[in-house]
């Protein structure tokens, strides 16, 4: 059907209006303030992702189904994988500060030594897996993000309690999304690329890539935030 195009597209926009609905309800002050540091966040880590994301394309890694898309392409990537890596961070974002609402802050006692300790286990991984390009990179990304954060302590994500009360709702919000581009099908993973391991129909690297993006966007998120405290 000629609608099929327009299935993804649809979705993007749900994803970047579920804050704004949400809001209706839950009324999370500073809604617009989020979506403002969202933007100055995005215009770093939106660079960087949009360039990670167009790499690992014209590798292969991933392709996806023409029958979803509306053929307007950003570069080499199609308008709805740039909006879905637009819409998915603000989104995540304020769950975050819905969270932060609704759950009195805590910081977590931490050595930051132990960043370190995870890093070395991600590097580790990324030789591990080498001969599987996509897997490789996204653990050595989690390795440099975990030696980057050992540098922060006040504004260390991480140390954080409602970061963990956010992460495992994101991964019950991520597995309902993935599991509908995995069925529909939308996107297509190289198997020269991954492993293979999957739980359920979702590739388990998946899982580090989301806990990657979004983890990398709170922690510049919250530097901007703080920037303005």
């Known amino acids: 059907m000629e609608t099929q195009k327009y299935y993804f597209l649809l979705l993007n926009i749900l994803i970047f209006l579920a804050p704004f ?16 540091n969202f933007v100055k966040t ?4 939106g660079i960087i992702l949009t360039l990670f994301v167009s790499l690992i394309v014209s590798r292969g890694d991933w392709s996806f189904n023409i029958k979803y898309l509306t053929g307007i392409n950003i570069g080499n990537l199609p308008l709805e994988v740039v909006l879905f890596f637009f819409a998915v961070p603000f989104a995540s974002i304020a769950l975050y500060e819905l969270v ?15 960043f370190y300790l995870f890093a070395f286990t991600y590097f580790a991984l990324s030789i ?3 001969s ?7 653990f050595l990304l989690l ?42 099908p939308f ?15 979702i590739p388990f690297e998946e ?9 990398s966007f709170l922690t510049v998120y919250n530097l901007f935030k703080k920037r303005e405290a």
Do not use: C, H, Q
């Open 207 to 215: 899982f580090f890539t989301s806990f990657l993006v979004l983890s």
């Open 21 to 36: 609905l949400a809001n209706l309800y839950f009324k999370v002050p500073g809604l617009k303030r989020t979506l403002l």
């Open 143 to 184: 390795g440099v993000l975990s030696v980057a954060v050992s540098y922060f302590r006040k504004n260390n994500i991480f140390l954080s309690k409602n970061f963990y009360v956010f992460s495992l709702i994101s991964v019950i919000a991520f597995i309902v999304v993935a599991v509908i581009l995995a069925g529909t």
């Open 100 to 114: 932060n609402t609704k759950f009195k802050e805590k910081r977590i006692l931490l050595d930051t030594t132990i």
């Open 128 to 130: 591990v897996f080498s």
């Open 42 to 45: 995005y215009s770093v880590m």
């Open 187 to 201: 996107v297509a993973f190289s198997p020269t690329s991954y492993t293979g391991f999957k739980i359920g129909p």
């Open 132 to 138: 599987y390009t996509y897997t490789s990179n996204i």
